[in-house]
């Protein structure tokens, strides 16, 4: 069995002793916005005069908790796992099976008291405590995934990749990974599809009139494409990406923008490298995720929480943080 060490806990303002507690309008605001209530999530963008008063919030809004543990193994393939339960199925799971042998940093967060949860955070945690080892590529997966090849196999693919290579795809062979995101424009079709859907997605519609929201990742999968006029198309790391540690060396402040919440962290980036000067690599390696089997499924009231996240990508692009100066069919492409 592997070593497993404890390695740090950082301690959500939420669950700090009664004399210490302090409770302020972001904490107010932000249990409305964590709610499984439909209505206090609706209260919750009611208190917000624009996107610029809402992001202001996500800005300010703390990051939570952060438990790591460390599994000793292959530093040169060292892998970063985001998990709500280090001890649960997904975690072991990816201990003994997926990734055994290599080194493992699991970032355990979003657990029953954690009410700050912020993934981007834990993933930038869990690479940087990665770089400690000297590897050679970074791996950061969700822990919901499903074993297809071996870690011979992903090790064999990785020794025919370039050095210079700055981000892996692999094969794309889940819904949410190595995949792609359909940057698009709000539509009539849409508009009316989601009139009659019900009461949150008439409120959101609302809400994306009200927060200036011009664009919106669209899904790339039948039937839900139909509903969108598409913009850009960018393929994306999502449940399962690889990264050089040249790369994230020259990224030390985080590969992932921390003020999304839970949500487009990695369409941002995938934008992002597209107007840098990153390279691209494609490997015969295949993994499967579990789609919502740590944090959920696409409920109505989660769908509701990311509309956080379209307000901040629109506020990027406006700022010209994310430029929209690409082709309409602008997406890496392999011959894999």
Known sequence: MNEVKLMSRLRCPLILDSKDFSYSLVDYRNSRFTSQNPDKIIDFYDSFKNRDDLIEWMKERPKGVANIYEVDGDNEITVVVPTADFNGKYAKECRENIFKGLRMIFVESGGREDFYFNFAHNCNIGVKKALEYEPEWIVVSNDDMQLVDSVEDLKNALLKIDKMVDV????????????????????????????????????????????????????????????????????????????????????????????????????????????????????NYRIKDIIGGTIGSYSSTRKMRGLVNDCYLNHKIEKGELKLNLSSTHYITTDL
């Open 168 to 283: 892996i795809f692999c094969l794309p062979t889940a819904k949410y990974h190595s995949t792609y995101a359909i940057i698009s424009n709000r539509t009539a079709r849409r508009n009316t599809f989601l009139t009659f859907s019900g009461k949150l997605d008439r409120k959101r519609l609302e809400l994306e009139k009200k927060f200036s929201v011009q664009y919106i990742v669209g899904s790339n999968l039948f039937p839900y494409r139909l509903f969108y006029s598409r913009r850009y198309k960018l393929r994306y790391t999502g449940s399962f990406g690889i990264f050089s540690a040249s790369f994230v060396m020259a990224h030390l402040d985080g590969i992932f923008d921390e003020t999304y919440i839970n949500g487009a962290e990695d369409i941002d980036l995938s934008w992002r490298l597209i107007h840098s000067d990153a390279t691209y690599g494609f490997i």
